[in-house]
Structure formats: structure tokens, C-alpha cells
């Protein structure tokens, strides 16, 4: 009495609030309405009457016999035959729905294309499919209603003056055997169970394999990254949808297994199951209460699973009076990013200078050169609009998105809808407890992102061109290697020259989040872009909102300040704010000189680094910069900003505002370890990490095929860039080679199944496994893409740092030949090799001897003389392998002449 009084009181309680909510959600959500979750609606209406139906029937009856009220008892036989109806009924209706939704998810799960037309058939006639359910559960069901009957007794009073009995038709034996056993328990019953319990398995097992089979062409078509990050939402996936799956089967199981129990004892043996009262009484009591935990539970079930629910019923749950999270996680992820993005720095608005501009119409091939230039695969925002639909769009539709952007551009005005985001934090390194340690990616509207990439387009140039040669960061011809290759430079030669050099190491704090908007429109207009352009520039950035989703709870954040990381021109507009910063400081007499050009800092987006040869000039300019900075918003993060300097740097104090700076032996630069000895061990030991964490992305793949090629291609595009990133910068000695070898066998190793005893044992050769696995050898792709790379800086003519530290020799400074090879053989192998060739004829006499070879560093003209070779990868070649070979005076000159060409 107790349990069906108070517990299930309770149960079904929750259950009518629950479905009520769903129920709510559904009928003013049209999106979940498209979905196959229509028919979740409608078994959430039906659960509501299931739980209402228990109420009235089992409840009522306990607190009839608890108060012992005549007049609760009397109301409670007059409607019990509906009540009891409307249960069976209901019942019925929820089990067939969800046997139709299982169905039309497992034709969904299948590859069969026969299967896939029978699925878009239920899926056009989802209403049909649930007025049958319905119509269904009345035939099958509705016949209860006169299988009860409430008798009157007017000779007694009081509780003894009626009661209930079962009707003649109950009693029939032909309805009984034929109708009640035969059509209804099999039905209704029976066949749900099996049927659920058969088609969920197979749904599971098609979803294990499609996402197994999805894994391995993900792990072929993605790079390192995108494989890392495709896998682990293809795996995610995989277990929600397995969770929901199971959970949903496990419920309706449990729910229903004691009535599949007590209908098969009805069936063998009634006599018995009638004869012990108390058996019988329990599994009534169980199996009533059972499908009312089961409605109470398809709300954590689905919410839990389904993020598109999750979000739709957030917007529908009461929050406090505020609207804000008060506790918990969600507290102080809201407290943390509304300080984050909320204005701290309040600059007055900018002006907007009228200049006549008349922006011309948006093209259709402007549109759809943004739409191949959108990659595939990324994440939809709010509309889940995918990049692969507009890769799609026809010619009409095209043109539509033309005239629509273009009236945007006329009159400055945006859609409500690319105002808002989903904000999602990605864990960069360091302490996971720390919300700092996560970067915010805003998921925007694909269409949004199209309308930027058109105005990128035609904005870029003028951008470009007001970067100095400083900045390498989101530019075309431009790379990491640029500033790698600047660093590492003038590392060697201030060693090598006893030059005093300091670097320092700047970090911002969450710097592409905290620069205001007004300073980016201000230096939009400071660099020329068109005033129309920054116009709508300010109108995308006003009243904007995003929406951050921890632990399943959503929480609305107003966006004041920031560029948000996701958009395409984001990286521009601001790398455009940090050159407007760099023009008002004044390091005109600062930093080292480089042949007559002073060189003070580099910078790669928001990674800097200010070159001084002394800590007080780097103490100067970092105070410098952190005061330019302040003024836009941007913070420096004291606690990463680092220094490092030679030996011939006298230690002196370094602090800003009272905060010391802290002294670094080595510094990772741009993914490459740095160090002022030029020491490559722990780089190489970096990227034999690197590769080992490559090769364990690709490593299923690997296992499981056969084929060479693919296993050597998944090598040279995934394993071999890691192992020999800013390879184009290092200078290998003969024992930095072996390392890289060594690393490279090992994996090798692995990839054939192999180990280092058994390749002992088995007296197999290096080279014969390396025929066998058919990879590139990484040492001689390292020196490749030196070779690559020189070529590359002696082809640049932009006065960049790259060339012009590649030239540089110190003046008033001299250093002996021999250490001079040193170090240009490891930066530049053209000019190790030019040096070299130069002592070669300078120590040796040769004026006597016979010609062996022709110079293989000249060619021969038109007018029979002779000529040097033009740059490009065949000039490059022939300086790398010409020989100390026996040469006459003349092919000294030729060589010499060769020299001045090329300005070596």
C-alpha cells in the first residue's frame, strides 16, 4: 500500500511534469517536428495519460482504504472502466510508436538502398504511420472497456452497495482463447517486445559498423589533426547514440517483462497464478508501477542524448529570477567569460569618415568563389546549416545569396539570426581544472561566414599591404618557417660573432577575445579599408550573443569586445589592430642591425618576440608595448612571457609594473624549440614525440591494411611532417641524422609488425625493411627541404628578415673560415657549399692541372660563352653537388663570376 500510495504517487508525478515539458517542447519546435522525434511527441502525450490513468486507479484506491471515504469510493467505480480504457489504450499507442520509430531508425541505419526508399516512404507519411498506431490500439485495446462492469446492490449500504465483476463477454471462452490471447497478448504484447528487443540490436551493430567503416576513410582523407578530432566526434557519436539505444530498450524491457511473464502464465496454468493472492497482487502492483518509471525516465533519456532537445527545452525551463547560473561549474564558466568578453576599456566611437566609395554589387562567381574556398567537415552553427550544402547550390539559388549580400552592403543591415553563436572551449595545455586553458570557438552560421569570405576577398589586398615585413601571420607566401628560420639565424651568428643578443618572448592574454571594436574599426580605417566596409563591420559586431552549452546546461553570454575565432576574417582584422599598435611606438633606435636595417621584433599573429642586444632596451620596449596595448584592451600574461639571452648579455633586472620575467634556457618558437647554444637534441627529442603521437592516429588503419602504398602515403603525409617539421632550419650534424633515423625505424618497425631483437635475430638489413614498407627516408627529406627552402630565400625580393639575415655578415667583426663554414653549412647548404668551394681554390694550386669535368655551375649561351645557371631548382642542384673537382684558372672565374650573379 505504501509502495503504490507514496512512490508511485510520486513517479507518476514526475512523469506528467516531464512528458508535459516534452510534450510542450515539441508542438512549438519545428525542427524536432521534422525529425523521426515526432513520434517522441506523441508517446510523450501518451505517457501523460498513463501516468494520470494510474493515479486514478491505483492511488485513489489505496486512499480509499487509508481514509475509508465512501464518497471517493463511489466516484472511483464510476469512472473506472474509462480510466482503465484510456490506460490500455494509451499503453498500446506508446508501445506501437516507438516499435514505428525503432523501425524507421533502423531503415535509417542500414546501407541497403532499397531500405533507404522504404525509409523516406515512412518518413513522408509519419502522421499516417501514427493515426494507425492509434486506430490500432483501440481495436486491440478498446474491447477492455466491456470486459468490466460495476455492480449495484440495493439491499446493502455503504461500501458493500457495489462493486466490480467481469462482464459475459469476458467469460466467453472463444473470446477469451481466440481474441484475448491470439490477437490482443501477441499485438500488443509479444511483438512489441520482440521486435524492439531484435531491431535495437541490429540498429546497434549497423551503428558500430558504419562508424568503423567511417573511421577508416576518415583516418585516409584527414590530416593529423582533423583526424584526431573526426575520430573522436565520430567515436562520441557512436556511444551516445549505443546509450540512448540501450537505455530505451533496457526501460521498455523492464517495463514489460512481468506482464510477457504473468500472460504466459495466464496461458499454461491460470488456476495457479488466481490461486496465490499474494504472487498475484505483488506482479500487479509491479507491473502497473514499472511502465510509469519508464514514462518518468524518457526525459534524462533523451534530453541526455539528443543535444537538439537539450537546447530547445533549456529555452523553455524557468531559471532563477536573475537568468544567470548562481553554483557549480556553470557559475564559474559564466562569471569567467562574461568578464572575458564584457568592455573594459571604453574608447570613444570612431568616426566614420565619408570617402565616396561606392561598393559595387556582389557578383554570383564572388559567391561562388567563397563557397569553394569554405572547407568541408566543420561544424554548423545555430541554422546547422553544413558547408557541404551550399558546395551544392544551384545557379538560381547563387544568385539569390548575390542580391542578398549586396543589399546587405547597401544598407548596413544584418540578419538577427548571424548575431547569435554557439561557443564551443577547446582544451589547449595546461592544467584542465583552469578555465583559462581553453580556447572559445565560436560556431557561426555558414552563410555568415560566406558573407565575410566575400568581403575578405576584397579587402585582403589592401590589408596585406599595410603589414610590414614583421608580421608572417595569416599571409600568402608567408609561413612559420619565415620566423623560425629569422630566429634561428641570428642565433648562430651573434654566437658565432660574440654578439650580445636577448630575446623576448611575448604572450597575450586570450588576445583575439579581449581587443576592443572600436580600436578594430579605427585601424580598418587607418589602413584604408573603405568606410562602408567598416560600417558593416560595426553592424555584425553590435548586439551580439553566444551561447555556451556545459554540462547540458546553456548559458546566454552578450559579446562586447573580441574578434570571434571561427570567422575567416577574423585573423585579419586582427593582425590590421596589432600594426596599428606598432605604428605609434617609437623603436626607431632599437634592436640589432641587420646590414643597415634594424631589426626589433617579429611577429606571427599574436605570437611576438622583440630582439634586443640588451635587457634593459628589451625591458623598454616591453613596457612599451604593454602601455600600447592596454589602450585596446590587450593584456600581456606575465606568467608566459619569458626572456632568453647569450653570453655576452650582462644579467641585469628585468621586471614590468613590479612583475619579474623570468629567464628561459629555451623557448618553444612556433612549434620549434629554440635555444641560444643552437642545440637540436631537444628539438629532435620533441619531434620524435610529435611522430609517435602521428603514427598513433593512423595506427588502426595500419594494422588492419594490406596494401603498401596506403600504409607508406599514410606515412609520408602524417608520421614524416611531424618527425621533420622546421626541418628547412636545422643544421644536422652526423649525429642529429642518426637520430632521426633511429626514430624513423622504429615506427617503421612497428608499421611492419616487427621489433628491434627479432630484426637482430632474423639478420634483416635497415634498407631491406625499408623496401618493404616503401616510406620516404626522413634524413634526406630534411635535407630536401633545406635545399627547397634555400632556393625559396634566394628567390625572395620583398626585403624580408628571411633573405636579408640569410646575407648577413656582421661588420668590424671578423671570424676564421673554418668556424664560418660551420655555421652556414647547418643554415644555408648554398652558402656552406660557396664557402667551401672558395677555400678549396684559395689553398690549393691548381694552375697545372688537366681538366676532369666541366663546371656544372655555369651553361653555355648563345653567344658560345658561357653564362651562370638561372635559380629555380635546377641551379640549386647543380651548386649542391658540384665537386672539388681539378678546374683551370678560367673555371675559377667562371665560379667567381657565378658568386656575383647570384650575390652569395
Given at each position: 500500500?505504501?509502495?503504490?500510495?507514496?512512490?508511485?504517487?510520486?513517479?507518476?508525478?514526475?512523469?506528467?511534469?516531464?512528458?508535459?515539458?516534452?510534450?510542450?517542447?515539441?508542438?512549438?519546435?519545428?525542427?524536432?517536428?521534422?525529425?523521426?522525434?515526432?513520434?517522441?511527441?506523441?508517446?510523450?502525450?501518451?505517457?501523460?495519460?498513463?501516468?494520470?490513468?494510474?493515479?486514478?486507479?491505483?492511488?485513489?484506491?489505496?486512499?480509499?482504504?487509508?481514509?475509508?471515504?465512501?464518497?471517493?469510493f463511489y466516484l472511483w467505480h464510476n469512472y473506472l472502466r474509462e480510466a482503465f480504457t484510456v490506460s490500455h489504450i494509451t499503453l498500446s499507442s506508446s508501445s506501437f510508436l516507438l516499435m514505428a520509430a525503432t523501425i524507421e531508425r533502423y531503415l535509417q541505419s542500414t546501407t541497403d538502398p532499397r531500405t533507404g526508399s522504404l525509409f523516406r516512404l515512412l518518413a513522408r507519411h509519419r502522421a499516417s504511420v501514427v493515426l494507425f498506431c492509434f486506430a490500432a490500439s483501440c481495436i486491440f485495446r478498446g474491447t477492455v472497456f466491456f470486459e468490466v462492469a460495476v455492480v449495484y446492490n440495493s439491499r446493502c449500504t455503504g461500501f458493500s452497495s457495489m462493486g466490480l465483476a467481469t462482464s459475459r463477454l469476458f467469460s466467453n471462452p472463444v473470446y477469451d482463447a481466440v481474441w484475448k490471447f491470439w490477437i490482443r497478448k501477441i499485438v500488443t504484447v509479444f511483438l512489441p517486445f520482440t521486435v524492439l528487443a531484435s531491431f535495437n540490436a541490429a540498429i546497434v551493430y549497423n551503428v558500430r559498423r558504419t562508424d568503423r567503416d567511417q573511421t577508416v576513410k576518415a583516418l585516409i582523407m584527414f590530416s593529423t589533426v582533423g583526424t584526431r578530432a573526426e575520430v573522436t566526434r565520430l567515436r562520441s557519436r557512436l556511444r551516445a547514440v549505443t546509450r540512448m539505444l540501450v537505455m530505451v530498450v533496457c526501460c521498455y524491457l523492464a517495463a514489460n517483462i512481468i506482464d510477457v511473464v504473468v500472460a504466459f502464465w495466464e496461458t499454461i496454468d491460470i488456476e495457479s497464478l488466481f490461486a496465490n493472492e499474494g504472487v498475484y497482487t505483488v506482479t500487479t502492483d509491479i507491473s502497473s508501477f514499472l511502465p510509469i518509471l519508464a514514462c518518468a525516465m524518457r526525459l534524462p533519456i533523451y534530453a541526455t542524448n539528443d543535444k537538439q532537445i537539450r537546447t530547445e527545452l533549456d529555452e523553455r525551463l524557468p531559471r532563477n529570477m536573475s537568468g544567470y547560473p548562481t553554483k557549480g561549474p556553470t557559475k564559474v564558466i559564466y562569471d569567467f567569460y562574461s568578464d572575458l568578453f564584457d568592455s573594459h576599456v571604453h574608447l570613444p566611437p570612431y568616426h566614420l569618415r565619408e570617402d565616396g566609395y561606392l561598393i559595387p554589387s556582389v557578383l554570383p562567381s564572388e559567391v561562388r568563389h567563397a563557397i569553394k574556398s569554405v572547407k568541408n567537415r566543420t561544424a554548423p552553427g545555430p541554422d546547422r546549416i553544413r558547408p557541404e550544402h551550399l558546395k551544392n547550390l544551384p545557379t538560381a539559388l547563387v544568385n539569390t545569396l548575390a542580391r542578398l549580400f549586396t543589399r546587405y552592403l547597401s544598407e548596413c543591415k544584418v540578419p538577427s539570426q548571424w548575431k547569435t553563436s554557439r561557443t564551443v572551449l577547446l582544451y589547449k595545455k595546461g592544467d584542465p581544472q583552469d578555465i583559462g586553458n581553453y580556447r572559445p570557438i565560436c560556431l557561426l552560421s555558414v552563410v555568415y561566414k560566406l558573407f565575410t569570405r566575400v568581403?575578405?576577398?576584397?579587402?585582403?589586398?589592401?590589408?596585406?599591404?599595410?603589414?610590414?615585413?614583421?608580421?608572417?601571420?595569416?599571409?600568402?607566401?608567408?609561413?612559420?618557417?619565415?620566423?623560425?628560420?629569422?630566429?634561428?639565424?641570428?642565433?648562430?651568428?651573434?654566437?658565432?660573432?660574440?654578439?650580445?643578443?636577448?630575446?623576448?618572448?611575448?604572450?597575450?592574454?586570450?588576445?583575439?577575445?579581449?581587443?576592443?571594436?572600436?580600436?578594430?574599426?579605427?585601424a580598418l580605417g587607418n589602413q584604408g579599408v573603405p568606410t562602408q566596409y567598416i560600417r558593416i563591420f560595426r553592424e555584425l559586431y553590435s548586439n551580439f550573443t553566444t551561447r555556451i552549452s556545459p554540462f547540458y546546461d546553456d548559458i546566454t553570454i552578450d559579446v562586447r569586445r573580441g574578434v570571434r575565432q571561427g570567422d575567416t576574417v577574423s585573423p585579419k582584422l586582427f593582425t590590421a589592430t596589432l600594426e596599428d599598435v606598432m605604428r605609434r611606438l617609437e623603436w626607431d633606435n632599437m634592436g640589432v642591425r641587420v646590414d643597415g636595417r634594424l631589426l626589433h621584433h617579429l611577429r606571427f599573429a599574436d605570437d611576438i618576440v622583440l630582439i634586443t642586444p640588451s635587457i634593459s632596451q628589451a625591458e623598454r620596449m616591453l613596457a612599451d608595448f604593454d602601455d600600447a596595448c592596454g589602450k585596446i584592451g590587450l593584456q600581456l600574461n606575465l606568467t608566459k612571457t619569458m626572456f632568453m639571452r647569450n653570453g655576452w648579455v650582462p644579467d641585469a633586472p628585468f621586471s614590468l609594473n613590479g612583475t619579474t620575467i623570468s629567464e628561459c634556457s629555451s623557448y618553444?618558437?612556433?612549434?620549434?624549440?629554440?635555444?641560444?647554444?643552437?642545440?637540436?637534441?631537444?628539438?629532435?627529442?620533441?619531434?620524435?614525440?610529435?611522430?609517435?603521437g602521428a603514427y598513433k592516429s593512423i595506427e588502426d588503419v595500419v594494422k588492419k591494411t594490406k596494401n603498401i602504398r596506403l600504409r607508406a602515403h599514410l606515412f609520408n603525409t602524417?608520421?614524416?611532417?611531424?618527425?621533420?617539421?622546421?626541418?628547412?632550419?636545422?643544421?644536422?650534424?652526423?649525429?642529429?641524422?642518426?637520430?632521426?633515423?633511429?626514430?624513423?625505424?622504429?615506427?617503421?618497425?612497428?608499421?611492419?609488425?616487427?621489433?628491434?631483437?627479432?630484426?637482430?635475430?632474423?639478420?634483416?638489413?635497415?634498407?631491406?625493411?625499408?623496401?618493404?614498407?616503401?616510406?620516404?627516408?626522413?634524413?634526406?627529406?630534411?635535407?630536401?627541404?633545406?635545399?627547397?627552402?634555400?632556393?625559396?630565400?634566394?628567390?625572395?625580393?620583398d626585403h624580408r628578415w628571411t633573405r636579408a639575415v640569410s646575407d648577413w655578415t656582421p661588420r668590424n667583426v671578423y671570424r676564421q673560415t673554418q668556424d664560418i663554414i660551420a655555421r652556414l653549412c647547418g643554415c644555408c647548404p648554398i652558402i656552406g657549399k660557396s664557402v667551401r668551394l672558395q677555400k678549396k681554390f684559395r689553398d690549393t694550386d691548381i694552375e697545372n692541372e688537366k681538366l676532369v669535368v666541366p663546371s656544372p655551375l655555369m651553361k653555355p649561351a648563345s653567344n658560345g660563352h658561357l653564362e651562370p645557371r638561372p635559380f629555380g631548382m635546377g641551379g640549386i642542384g647543380a651548386l649542391i653537388m658540384a665537386r672539388s673537382s681539378l678546374a683551370t684558372s678560367d673555371q675559377r672565374q667562371e665560379i667567381k663570376d657565378f658568386q656575383v650573379a647570384v650575390k652569395v
Open positions: 500500500m505504501c509502495f503504490v500510495g507514496c512512490i508511485g504517487l510520486i513517479t507518476a508525478l514526475v512523469s506528467i511534469v516531464h512528458n508535459s515539458l516534452l510534450f510542450y517542447t515539441f508542438i512549438f519546435s519545428k525542427e524536432l517536428r521534422k525529425r523521426n522525434l515526432t513520434y517522441l511527441m506523441w508517446i510523450s502525450g501518451c505517457d501523460i495519460f498513463v501516468s494520470i490513468s494510474y493515479i486514478a486507479i491505483m492511488c485513489v484506491q489505496v486512499y480509499t482504504d487509508y481514509f475509508e471515504s465512501f464518497t471517493i568581403i575578405l576577398n576584397r579587402i585582403e589586398r589592401t590589408l596585406d599591404e599595410g603589414q610590414p615585413c614583421e608580421q608572417a601571420g595569416f599571409r600568402k607566401g608567408f609561413s612559420t618557417i619565415d620566423h623560425i628560420h629569422t630566429v634561428t639565424r641570428l642565433i648562430e651568428v651573434s654566437r658565432e660573432y660574440k654578439m650580445p643578443l636577448c630575446l623576448t618572448f611575448i604572450d597575450l592574454k586570450k588576445a583575439f577575445d579581449t581587443v576592443e571594436t572600436e580600436a578594430v574599426l579605427e618553444v618558437y612556433l612549434g620549434r624549440e629554440v635555444n641560444m647554444m643552437n642545440d637540436l637534441a631537444p628539438e629532435l627529442g620533441r619531434r620524435k614525440r610529435a611522430a609517435w602524417t608520421v614524416l611532417p611531424a618527425l621533420t617539421y622546421a626541418s628547412e632550419t636545422w643544421a644536422l650534424r652526423k649525429q642529429d641524422e642518426n637520430a632521426v633515423s633511429v626514430i624513423e625505424r622504429s615506427i617503421e618497425r612497428v608499421m611492419l609488425g616487427m621489433t628491434r631483437l627479432t630484426q637482430v635475430r632474423a639478420g634483416i638489413r635497415s634498407s631491406t625493411l625499408r623496401q618493404q614498407s616503401k616510406i620516404r627516408d626522413a634524413a634526406v627529406y630534411a635535407k630536401l627541404s633545406k635545399i627547397r627552402w634555400a632556393g625559396h630565400v634566394m628567390r625572395l625580393n
